[in-house]
């Protein structure tokens, strides 16, 4: 698939490297595409990489993933033009009372938006496998097929995708997960996972 990485630091370029070597072509969607830092990222992952302006990046993708402070949602999402009918992943957060989810939502005219790939750190997410398991990653939306094509790509990257099932639920994860966040991290740092165990598979795979 066509994939534009909305931002390109932890979470984008962690991203935009799996995909990429899952053989996807990635393009991030950057201020500034020439930059030094972009140069050494689109080295380090090969030739299904390329950079452009934030614009021209969601034009090509089928997918756009956003992955800037949650501060720029705004700012983005007005640069990146029409979204119609496209998948709109939302891996940001915002730290200021407001739900980064509600205002994708509400600011992202027309797409297909899945929440994903922010329940997990960076860290996780560029090696979700612990021992013989893979880290949940959980997801939430209301296209099913815009679900649907995030969930394999999820799973494809080694993440054990979960469809917490609605955006309330979501939220109620979010705030279990902080909850464990504050309470395991003094322990494990920043790289471990959840794994939620379960004897129904109720997704597609
Ligand atoms: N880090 C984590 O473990 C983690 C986990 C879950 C969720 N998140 C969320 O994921 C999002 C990204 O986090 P991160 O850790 O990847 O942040 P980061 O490393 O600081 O990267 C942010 C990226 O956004 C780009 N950016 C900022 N403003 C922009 C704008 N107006 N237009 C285009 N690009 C812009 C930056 O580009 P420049 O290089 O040009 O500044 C940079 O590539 C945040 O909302 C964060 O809360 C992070």
Redesign the pocket.
């Known amino acids: 698939m066509n994939i534009a990485m909305?931002?390109?630091?932890?979470?984008?370029g962690t991203l935009g490297k799996a995909w990429a070597a899952k053989g996807h072509r990635v393009t991030f969607?950057?201020?500034?595409p020439e930059s030094e830092?972009m140069r050494a990222l689109l080295e380090s992952i090969g030739p299904n990489a390329a950079a452009a302006p934030?614009k021209e990046a969601a034009a090509f993708g089928e997918i756009v993933v956003l992955?800037?402070?949650?501060t720029?949602i705004e700012?983005?999402l007005e640069?990146v033009g029409d979204l119609r009918r496209k998948i709109v992943v939302n891996?940001?957060?915002l730290f200021d009372g407001r739900s980064?989810d509600a205002e994708v939502r509400r600011l992202a005219n027309g797409a297909r938006v899945v929440r994903a790939f922010?329940t997990?750190?960076?860290?996780a997410l560029a090696n979700p496998r612990f021992g013989g398991a893979n880290a949940t990653l959980f997801m939430s939306g209301e296209d099913e097929e815009a679900k649907q094509t995030v969930f394999r790509l999820g799973a494809k990257a080694g993440f054990d995708m979960v469809d917490a099932g609605s955006t309330e639920a979501m939220a109620e994860i979010e705030k279990a997960l902080f909850s464990f966040w504050t309470a395991l991290s003094p322990q494990f740092g920043?790289d471990y996972a959840i794994r939620v165990l379960r004897r129904k598979e109720a997704q597609p795979s």
């Open positions: 909305i931002g390109s630091g932890h979470i984008g969607g950057s201020r500034d830092r934030v992955a800037v402070p949650g720029e700012r983005v640069e891996a940001t957060m980064a922010h997990l750190t960076w860290e920043r």
